[in-house]
Nanobody, 115 residues
């Protein structure tokens, strides 16, 4: 069993910054991938960034150079630093934690970027 809790969303003007945080807790042996997804208005959920247990990092093209994912392996926390935000970054951001090849989701946190 794992609980996944996100925090840090909010309203920001274009060009601003936000940091999202996600903490995984519960009874488990080890976590594989920790990832951030987002779902914009009228859009499908998409992978934004992830960091594997081995330290490999992935970013979707639209956020490369603007977002940074960081992971605290000891505390099972993953953060997403979002800089130079654009209105198209608006959406609900979800944290996903991989346990035994299964993704476990948080409840999501709203990010709104005004123009």
């Amino acid at each position: 069993q794992v609980q996944v809790v996100e925090s840090g969303g909010g309203l920001v003007q274009a060009g601003g910054s936000l940091t999202l945080s996600c903490a995984a807790s519960g009874s488990f042996y080890s976590i594989g991938v920790m990832a951030w997804y987002r779902q914009g208005p009228g859009k499908q959920r998409e992978l934004v960034a992830h960091k594997t247990s081995g330290g490999s990092v992935y970013y979707t093209g639209s956020v490369k150079g603007r977002f940074t994912i960081d992971r605290d392996y000891a505390r099972n926390i993953v953060n997403l630093q979002m800089d130079s935000l654009k209105p198209e970054d608006t959406g609900v951001y979800y944290c996903a934690v991989e346990l035994d090849t299964k993704l476990n989701w948080g409840q999501g946190t709203q990010v709104t970027v005004s123009s």
